[in-house]
């Protein structure tokens, strides 16, 4: 490991020397062989030989090929070449044959054990398999296996340092493509010195003859490799760059993963440290077994996603994060961010508190971290017992992180407890950061010996993790087949894994109100009548309580599995309502036999009907549409109820709103001092803007009512209601609008029967 080191730490400038010296070595002794037919002692062949591995393990350290996708597979695919390079030439003749030939007995026995006759006259299946098997003892494993391993040797070259590249600047211009082709042309330089190497290395051996034919066979292979790789790596790079759409965070079987580094995540957590918010921000430094863990626990996947900061705990997650485009991401290893961050506090003055580990590890880790780096704060510790804290254990435990207020609050335990106490103890801790990080306690403390980097690299730190401690097996051999079956299945988009931020409702129940909620899809929703729906409303007023309401169709369940920020703001609504046939169904189903259907224009007329009833009467506005659909919506409204009181409309532009408008709208509302807000702008972007601006609104209620301004407007035509009470309006608004509806419609319905079904299947379970 010295001569390593040390070969690794000779200065940038002079890489390349050892190349041109062997090189030269090797050319020399080919060139005395062919001229003079001299063939070398052994111990000059096995010192050359090892001298040529230790110039090979330099460049994969010094090129970090480990750390690169694919890396593994290069070191792999070179010791296989290189074998079959080195294996004397009577064995590699030998092999296919005797290969063959045994496959073949082998086959012929069993054939002849299952059936001894042969069934056709002129055709014989067993004729035919063993004709097939003997001539693949005639195949020249030299002209067809070694190029196909020169191929994927060249491929998984370019994938390991050419993947991704940069993602084009406009549709026209690939940016970086000066920087491209000279690192594709080091690429190629590097596969070809590979592949003539590996034929000059056969002057090491006895009986093997150098040959420029396998010379130039080794290179067409190589650079065939590289010739499928490239345009395959371009397309998909166009299209990882117009599916991120610029966020830094990416889809791993619904968990959220940030790409980010090391230098990234330290950046992070100085902007929250900074900031002056009143609840600790939720970070994680994520791997296989938290993604896992997620996808059997919602309540798991809620947390991770809810977190502001999931760093690539994990080489996997590394490798979809370039699979994906992001070019700039790296392993950010627990221990290593735990060790950085301490590090960087020294000079800002962070400070911090330990939670967890075994007994006196989180002092020793104190200690050892206040040696490393002097001028580091580390505010308090805390060892917590083998199981929850009790109350009186966790009163002591906010007083005291209460009493010195640290920045930063990491935590110590294993996936998954960690992440249940973080999000536990986040409203109740005073601290900015919350960072669990596992085992990364016993690692910098040096009470566990760390992988070394290879195997962090390659990505089997797992396997030197579970032969330490064997009781991890039981997470790792079903945990991690599966998560490369599912991350297969995801990436080939043959099931989708929506990245929720509410935990998916089980069974019914009842909401801070009393009122009765239902499982539907991935939210739930309100079990009400429609003078249920109005009365509730109505009392909101009297009590001065605030809430939005959302009108749920059958394709606002669907739109709600297609964006989780839409289901998680259903599902914290005041209500929810059953605006579909379909949906009350569902709830009569669960139980709620009193539920029917709350159709939005239908509450709007009654809810308009009671309040110019009220002493006062309750106060109407009216944000969305066109200038002319809400006048003649007011004239409508008015000539059926002339005491309606309506303090106010609003037509937005065709466009989301910049800050400054949402400010003057908002306060546009609040002057007019309406009771309740009507919202139709459709699903959903209604929904998202009820949501948004409850905060900014002092009214007591907020409407999201769908197409009820057009209908009342006598703009769109509705349904008859025998079609209503049917389940079939959406045939006739199909046949109203098929250009805007029949996507809705035509593919949304189906999607919601069968999650419907699939989501009544894991209740039952």
């Not at 397309?235 to 993963?257: C, E, I």
């Not at 010195?404 to 409203?427: A, C, E, H, N």
């Not at 596992?438 to 690692?443: C, K, L, Q, R, S």
């Not at 029917?596 to 709007?604: E, K, Q």
Request: hydrophobic share 45%; proline share 6%; aromatic share 10%.
């Amino acid at each position: 490991m010295n001569i390593l080191s040390r070969m690794r730490s000779r200065p940038n400038g002079t890489w390349h020397l050892p190349l041109i010296l062997f090189s030269l070595i090797l050319l020399a002794l080919a060139a005395v062989r062919v001229t003079h037919g001299v063939v070398m002692p052994a111990w000059l062949a096995m010192l050359i030989g090892l001298g040529w591995a230790l110039m090979a393990i330099d460049y994969v350290l010094r090129f970090e090929v480990m750390k690169q996708i694919g890396g593994l597979i290069i070191v792999a695919l070179a010791i296989v070449i290189l074998a079959g390079a080195l294996v004397p030439l009577d064995h590699a003749e030998r092999a296919p044959r005797v290969a063959s030939q045994q496959v073949a007995q082998t086959f012929e026995s069993t054939w002849n054990v299952l059936y001894a006759g042969n069934i056709f006259e002129e055709f014989s299946p067993k004729r035919l398999m063993l004709e097939t098997i003997e001539s693949v003892g005639r195949i020249n494993p030299f002209r067809t296996g070694k190029i196909i391993l020169f191929a994927l040797f060249g491929f998984f070259l370019g994938v390991s340092f050419l993947f991704p590249v940069d993602p084009p600047k406009s549709r026209h211009a690939w940016g970086g493509a000066a920087a491209y082709s000279r690192r594709l042309a080091l690429v190629v330089l590097a596969a070809l010195l590979f592949a003539w190497h590996v034929e000059l290395l056969q002057v090491l051996s006895r009986t093997r003859n150098l040959s420029g034919i396998n010379a130039m066979e080794n290179s067409f292979g190589v650079l065939l490799g590289l010739v499928i790789f490239v345009p395959v790596q371009f397309s998909y790079a166009l299209a990882a760059y117009y599916r991120r759409n610029g966020s830094p965070r990416f889809n791993v079987l619904g968990v959220g993963v940030d790409a980010v580094n090391m230098e990234d995540c330290i950046q992070q957590f100085d902007q929250l440290i900074r900031s002056n918010s009143d609840r600790p921000a939720m970070t994680s430094a994520l791997g296989v077994a938290g993604i896992i863990e997620a996808r059997r626990t919602q309540k798991l996947q809620r947390i991770l996603n809810e977190s502001v900061l999931n760093t690539p705990d994990g080489m996997p997650l590394v490798w979809l994060g370039k699979l994906y485009g992001y070019q700039h991401i790296e392993r950010v290893y627990g221990p290593d961010l735990l060790r950085d961050v301490c590090a960087h506090s020294a000079r800002t003055g962070w400070t911090h508190y330990f939670y967890g580990s075994a007994p006196g590890v989180a002092e020793k880790l104190k200690r050892v971290l206040e040696k490393r780096n002097p001028g580091i704060q580390v505010v308090g510790t805390y060892c917590p017992p083998f199981r929850p804290l009790t109350p009186d254990e966790e009163a002591a435990l906010i007083a005291d992180v209460e009493r010195v207020k640290p920045d930063i609050f990491w935590v110590g335990i294993s996936t998954p407890k960690q992440l249940y106490f973080m999000d536990q103890m986040r409203d109740k801790l005073a601290c900015k950061v919350i960072c669990p990080v596992g085992y990364a306690f016993d690692v910098n403390a040096g009470i566990e010996v760390d992988a070394p980097d290879w195997i962090k690299f390659a990505g089997l730190q797992w396997l030197h993790r579970a032969i330490k401690q064997p009781r991890l097996w039981k997470r790792y051999l079903p945990d991690n087949p599966r998560f490369v079956w599912e991350v297969i299945v995801q990436i080939l988009r043959l099931r989708r894994f929506p990245m929720f931020v509410h935990e998916l409702p089980r069974k019914p129940f009842v909401d801070q109100e009393n009122y009765p909620r239902f499982p539907a899809g991935v939210v739930s929703l309100s079990a009400m009548s429609l003078a249920g729906a109005r009365d509730r409303i109505v009392n909101w007023v009297k009590t001065g309580q605030r809430h939005y309401v959302n009108v749920c169709t059958a394709d606002t369940m669907v739109q709600c599995f297609d964006r989780p920020e839409l289901a998680k703001i259903v599902q914290e609504s005041g209500m929810a309502t059953t605006d579909g046939m379909p949906l009350v169904w569902l709830a009569k189903k669960c139980g709620f036999k009193q539920a029917t259907r709350v159709y939005g224009p239908d509450l709007m007329l009654e809810l308009c009907r009671v309040s110019s009833q009220q002493q006062p009467p309750l106060r109407h506005y009216f944000y969305g549409a066109t200038d002319d659909t809400l006048a003649k919506l007011k004239e409508n409204l008015l000539e059926q109820f002339p005491k309606l009181e309506i303090v106010g409309m609003y037509s937005p532009p065709f466009r989301p709103l910049t800050d400054a408008e949402k400010k003057v709208v908002a306060e546009q509302i609040n002057d007019a001092k309406p009771d309740i807000v009507w919202c139709g702008l459709g699903t959903p972007k209604q929904d998202f803007w009820v949501a948004e601006f409850r905060p900014r609104l002092n009214c007591t209620a907020i409407l999201a009512v769908g197409a009820a301004f057009d209908f009342h407007a006598k703009r769109i035509r509705q349904a008859p209601r025998w079609m209503m009470k049917a389940g079939l309006e959406w045939l006739f608004r199909l046949y109203i609008e098929p250009r805007r509806l029949w996507r809705r419609y035509v593919i949304g319905n189906p999607r919601f029967i069968g999650m419907v079904l699939y989501r009544q299947t894991l209740r039952r379970g």
